[in-house]
């Protein structure tokens, strides 16, 4: 099950698990967004869900049970990102919508996993985070905060969970070509080049180079792999 699999990150991972031999249900708000991304492969169900919706999360997790008998791996890639130029000038609302896409419904997503997993005795849990949760960058202190508390909630459910076989992991990616967090941005395209100039791999990252590291976590070549964070960002959180 990925969430946010309409388009960028979400939809990348989606189709990559599908290629790898997965069955998998793509969650998103654009129906027709959705259609795109079954479209990529015969192994996609999809589900249409406003996962800021309280009983959203619940749902989501039986229909996909329901379609194909059970539930391995959750990808919580679902996820919103806006800059402010001053903190000050936020208000409750932008405060609250940050809190609960990023954060609450991350937790209601890897709870109703958890039922599933931990009846099946295994499951892989992944939240993606951001490598904003560990180098600040101006602007982006509601943004941080949220990433930082779904990392910090991954490592205290990996407590939890490991004992019941299910493990739970944060894919953390840098800059990356999604629609919503930077190609929609006014004067992308003259920002991007400086961009790519910052990082040692001088290269912007795109959805497809989070599919593999998702893949990973989710699969048992990460085995004895929980709490545990994965960043890929081109090298910049090294710098």
Not at 10 to 19: D, F, L, N, Q, S
């Amino acid at each position: 099950m990925v969430t946010g699999a309409s388009s960028g990150i979400g939809r990348a991972i989606a189709v990559r698990c599908a290629a790898e031999g997965a069955n998998v249900l793509a969650v998103g708000r654009d129906e027709d967004a959705l259609a795109q991304t079954a479209a990529a492969d015969g192994r996609i169900a999809t589900h249409r869900a406003d996962l800021a919706d309280p009983g959203a999360p619940e749902a989501v997790a039986a229909h996909a049970v329901e379609e194909f008998g059970g539930l391995d791996g959750l990808v919580h890639a679902a996820g919103t990102v806006r800059r402010a130029e001053d903190f000050r000038e936020t208000d409750d609302a932008w405060l609250d919508g940050f809190i609960e896409v990023n954060l609450t419904a991350g937790m209601r997503m890897a709870r109703e996993a958890l039922r599933h997993m931990i009846a099946a005795g295994s499951g892989s849990i992944v939240l993606v985070g951001s490598q904003l949760a560990h180098v600040a960058q101006p602007g982006y202190a509601s943004y941080v905060a949220t990433k930082g508390g779904i990392t910090s909630f991954a490592r205290a459910l990996a407590v939890d969970a490991g004992p019941q076989g299910v493990r739970v992991n944060v894919l953390a990616p840098g800059v990356v070509t999604t629609p919503a967090a930077y190609v929609d941005r006014p004067g992308w395209d003259e920002l991007a080049p400086q961009v790519a100039e910052r990082l040692p791999l001088r290269r912007i990252g795109e959805p497809e180079d989070m599919a593999g590291p998702a893949v990973f976590l989710l699969s048992d070549d990460s085995g004895w792999m929980t709490g545990q964070t994965l960043i890929v960002d081109g090298g910049f959180t090294i710098q």
